[in-house]
T-cell receptor, first 113, second 110 residues
Framework: EAGVAQSPRYKIIEKRQSVAFWCNPI?????LYWYQQILGQGPKLLIQFQNNGVVDDSQLPKDRFSAERLKGVDSTLKIQPAKLEDSAVYLCASSIDSHYGYTFGSGTRLTVV | GQSLEQPSEVTAVEGAIVQINCTYQTSGFYGLSWYQQHDGGAPTFLSY????GLEETGRFSSFLSRSDSYGYLLLQELQMKDSASYFCAVKGGGADGLTFGKGTHLIIQP
């Protein structure tokens, strides 16, 4: 089966600019997650979708981050405006449901300068 | 909330056995998972323990003791390709998604 697709692979932006990341999960996976992984740390959950509804966004900095999953398939994560501390790898993952192992995409490495 | 503790770095010799420990604090525990991540790569799912005991998958085994809030990942017959970071992760505390530890960087020496 095809894996979780993410784009772009790399992105460099200046602080205060905006950026968007795209994720297409494995077909049939109802649950989609966005994680932020800062260098040397474990992934941190930003938001979880079940189909096209938000299950958990308690750790999403909502003043600058937004995410959507239209039609319950692919998803977009946006940062506006970006800060230096947003430099990280943004990982998308999907699973059949939340009780199964996750399949992660290769991530988008964001550098804010 | 949840917290997980695991060693930051472990060094082992090719062909040997290594154990990576993980202790956790969480309410409403639903299971302990392990993921492997090579430098620049995506985390990949290794194992999941919901009940006490040992789960074996090839060269990798994972153990859980819920009474001790403790688990470990055991890697046997170490190969150079096992050099990676290993993360334990829990689901619980009212959150549906996984909370990851900071990871253990495993260094394999020839």
């Amino acid at each position: 089966e095809a894996g979780v697709a993410q784009s772009p692979r790399y992105k460099i932006i200046e602080k205060r600019q905006s950026v968007a990341f795209w994720c297409n999960p494995i077909s049939g996976h109802a649950t989609l997650y966005w994680y932020q992984q800062i260098l040397g740390q474990g992934p941190k959950l930003l938001i979880q979708f079940q189909n096209n509804g938000v299950v958990d966004d308690s750790q999403l900095p909502k003043d600058r981050f937004s995410a959507e999953r239209l039609k319950g398939v692919d998803s977009t994560l946006k940062i506006q405006p970006a800060k230096l501390e947003d430099s990280a790898v943004y990982l998308c993952a999907s699973s059949i449901d939340s009780h199964y192992g996750y399949t992660f995409g290769s991530g988008t490495r964001l550098t804010v300068v | 909330g949840q917290s997980l503790e695991q060693p930051s770095e472990v060094t082992a010799v090719e062909g040997a056995i290594v154990q990576i420990n993980c202790t956790y604090q969480t309410s409403g525990f639903y299971g302990l998972s392990w993921y492997q991540q090579h430098d620049g790569g995506a985390p990949t799912f290794l194992s999941y323990n919901a009940l006490d005991g040992l789960e074996e998958t090839g060269r990798f085994s994972s153990f859980l003791s819920r009474s001790d809030s403790y688990g470990y990942l055991l890697l046997q017959e170490l190969q150079m390709k096992d050099s990676a970071s290993y993360f334990c992760a829990v689901k619980g505390g009212g959150a549906d998604g996984l909370t990851f530890g900071k990871g253990t960087h495993l260094i394999i020496q020839p």
